[in-house]
């Protein structure tokens, strides 16, 4: 047991020794730094999801900037190998941030994904850095608004089944509005409900909007299809001045005109006094005609297709769209 003295003693010792031995290993502490290293994928976000999935490539030359935190300082610019990879030299241990070297990925792309921009080092530790880029999503009615030209992304419910009216052309809505896609691949089975990503540019048919060139992405089956809105056949006509456009409109208890049939299929005429509209039975859906006979009176919902003369026409998807009275 140490006694009063000894404690006395052993502190002297102490303090001697770190007097005197203060400086040995010195120089071998200073010149040990703890670092690490920063790596990570740079690669094309082909379906819009903003995650890495078995779909996507990585982007090769892509250039790389990583700044120390809180300073303008670039510690590294490594560039994307063919497999849209890159890493770092060593670099002391801290916090970083990780952006694109100026112009490097472009305009017509934006970022979709930038998993941990800033990177905590740890010594001897590794940060990982996941960067997805594509095209922008917007809403339907900023993809109405576009230029032709630059491809993006639109989500919404499928009014319409792919190919309903035998053609490559669906119908899709959102909180904003609605728009028709033609030239849309057969990569998918796609029905009215589904929730979808479409991918494409802007174009113009019949004089309004259209999604051309489209690719399908079905998120969800079985979703709720926004309700036909109520309108007079005189709005419908003229698709309240084209807001309507695509959308999936309503007209009730109306008295059918007349009735033609042509190529594209079996034609009402509809007019409630507002103005006269045509609705098209469209030759490619087996339609059941029983009834609809001038002076008949009936509910006919449908999707509205602008004809290029200034006016349009309603759709019905297939026999349950039409009630007779």
């Known amino acids: ?11 002297a010792a102490l303090a001697a020794c770190l007097v005197g031995c203060g400086n040995v290993g010195e120089d071998r ?19 819009g999801s903003g995650q890495l999935d078995g779909s996507e490539v990585g982007l090769a030359d892509i250039g790389i900037r990583v700044i120390a935190l809180g300073t303008r300082d670039t510690v590294a610019r490594p560039v994307t190998a063919s497999d849209g990879s890159f890493a770092t030299a060593q670099l002391p241990v801290g916090r970083y941030r990780v952006s694109f070297a100026p112009g490097a990925i472009g305009d017509s792309v934006v970022v979709t994904q930038f ?16 960067v997805g880029v594509g095209f922008p999503s917007l809403t339907i009615a900023g993809a109405r608004a576009q ?39 057969r990569t998918v089975v796609q029905q009215a409900g589904d ?11 019949a004089g309004q909007p259209v999604l051309d060139d489209v690719t399908v992405i079905v998120l969800d089956i079985n979703r709720l299809i926004p309700p036909a809105e109520l309108v007079s056949t005189g709005v419908a006509a003229s698709a309240d ?3 309507l456009d695509a959308a999936l409109a309503q007209v009730r208890n109306v008295a059918i005109a007349d009735t033609a049939t042509g190529a594209t299929g079996f034609a009402l005429t509809l007019d ?9 039975l469209d030759a490619d859906i087996v339609f059941d005609l029983t009834g609809l006979d001038p002076g008949a ?25 039409l009630v007779r009275r």
């Open 272 to 280: 409630d006094g507002s103005g006269a509209l045509t609705v098209l």
């Open 297 to 321: 009176s009936i509910d006919a919902t449908g999707v509205l297709v602008p004809d290029g003369g200034g006016t349009w026409r309603l759709k019905p998807r297939g026999n349950g769209d």
């Open 115 to 130: 998993e941990d921009s800033v990177a905590l080092l740890a010594p001897g530790g590794m940060a990982l850095v996941t």
């Open 241 to 243: 001045g084209g807001r």
């Open 1 to 11: 047991m140490l006694t009063r003295l000894g404690f006395a003693v052993a502190g």
């Open 147 to 185: 230029v032709p030209g630059k491809r993006f992304f639109v989500e919404g419910v499928a009014l319409t089944a792919l190919d309903v009216f035998g053609d490559t052309t669906t119908h899709v809505a959102d909180g904003t509005g609605a728009i028709r896609a033609v030239r849309v691949r």
């Open 29 to 47: 502490v200073l010149s040990i730094m703890a670092t690490g290293s920063i790596e990570g994928v740079v690669y094309f976000d082909q379906n």
């Open 195 to 205: 929730s979808v990503r479409l991918q494409g540019t802007v174009a113009s048919r």
